[in-house]
């Protein structure tokens, strides 16, 4: 059996051919996946959206710390969320309850701060130390983990039956303090006797 020239050209032209299809392939199937991985990642997409939740936080003990309600929400992956009507309310047995409602919420660094926008009320229920207290303002900014909420814009401060208004608040619900920054009005109702 002789082997031609001829035959050995043929044979290496065809493993030639066969090597770069199979180096195409290699390549475009690379490709294919680098930009499937691509599509799944889009910004202004969002990763869960949800209606109606009730999210329960729990201190390290177990026990129950706060819970959040919102009517829509959105969590996008880069840690950015947003809400339609949140509501937050504390659920500690040793202190007052402390309540915040607002038209919208986001957080832009994955829940360690939360911009709450647009009819924004804090109440905290009273105790055998001081009378319930409320305040309104047209948006402010939420520290959970510090129990810490702030605002720039005006605000309307009720305390048991005396009023307070000016612009901007820092409220430390651990310390139980309001400090309200500038332009400050109190009006003072006059004390019982008792």
Do not use: C, W
């Not at 804090?122 to 810490?148: E, I, Q, W």
């Not at 814009?153 to 039956?161: R, T």
């Amino acid at each position: 059996m002789k082997v031609y020239l001829r035959d050995r050209v043929t044979a290496g032209f065809g493993i030639g051919v066969l090597v770069i299809l199979v180096a195409v392939s290699y390549y475009y199937s690379i490709r294919a996946e680098i930009e499937a991985n691509q599509a799944f990642i889009d910004r202004d997409s969002p990763d869960f959206i949800a209606r109606n939740i009730s999210v329960t936080e729990f201190n390290p003990d177990g026990t129950a710390n706060r819970r959040l309600f919102a009517e829509y929400a959105e969590h996008f992956a880069d840690g950015r969320m947003s809400s339609i009507k949140p509501r937050m309310v504390t659920l500690s047995v040793d202190e007052p309850q402390v309540r915040a409602t607002a038209d919208t919420g986001q957080s832009m660094d994955d829940g360690e701060t939360f911009l709450f926008n647009g009819n924004v009320v804090v109440t905290r229920a009273g105790d055998l130390k001081d009378p319930p207290m409320r305040f309104t303002t047209p948006h402010a900014t939420v520290y959970p983990d510090t129990s810490v909420l702030e605002s720039d814009a005006p605000v309307v401060l009720e305390h048991g039956e005396d009023v307070t208004t000016g612009i901007g608040i820092t409220l430390d619900n651990v310390d139980r303090t309001v400090n309200i920054h500038t332009n400050v009005k109190s009006i003072f109702a006059p004390r019982r006797s008792n």
